[in-house]
């Protein structure tokens, strides 16, 4: 063997080493990518999981107040139309969107205790609300949750190499579950 012939077989033998070592790297970068897309995705289908069980719970709460707040009606068409909205939503913005409105709505729903005393007592009630206010906690903890993988997923994606790996990969940046301004004040009721 020549010289020559040793010196191109090294260079060769270098070049497929720093080639399997980067293609490494983007395979993996590839994968951390889809990873956290997937994260965030299960993330978000535990959040679905909690609102599914606050919408399931509302109808058994509002026929409860119903009999002792008749006249209340706006409140229940807006509790309605906001669960409505979720369900006919067909992403996690229009989700996020109608999850946010009923929240304040919600609030007001279970407000309504104080101007009456006897749904205050009523047992059924009761029981519905602490239901729904274990239910709000899941909702905030899976929140929670959601956005800490929104936020790890986006943090890559803005890095030199995260950029590259997420665009290659089809994954974009996620949007985090925020609540609206204008719901993060202590609702107001009047009667």
């Known amino acids: ?85 979720y369900f006919q939503a067909k992403d996690v913005k229009g989700k996020v969107k109608a999850s946010n409105r009923l929240e304040g709505v919600l609030s007001r729903l279970l407000l309504l205790q104080e101007r009456y005393p006897v749904l205050k007592a009523n047992e059924s009630f009761l029981k519905l609300q602490d239901s729904l206010e274990g239910t709000e906690n899941r909702i905030a903890v899976e929140r929670k949750r959601y956005n800490e993988s929104v936020q790890f997923l986006n943090t890559y994606i803005r890095t030199f190499m995260g950029r590259f790996y997420a665009m290659f990969a089809g994954v974009s940046s996620a949007e985090y579950y925020k609540v609206p301004q204008a719901e993060q004040a202590a609702p107001k009721v009047k009667f």
Not at 24 to 37: E, H, L, P, Q, R
């Open 1 to 85: 063997m020549s010289k020559k012939f040793k010196i191109i077989l090294i260079t060769l033998g270098i070049i497929l080493v720093v080639g399997f070592m980067l293609l490494g790297k983007i395979v993996s970068g590839y994968n951390t990518v889809i990873a956290m897309d997937e994260n965030i995705k299960g993330k978000w289908a535990q959040v679905e999981n909690q609102l599914k069980r606050r919408y399931d719970l509302i109808p058994n709460l509002v026929e409860a107040v119903k009999g002792y707040a008749k006249h209340e009606k706006e409140l229940f068409e807006n509790i309605a139309q906001a669960r409505t909205m």
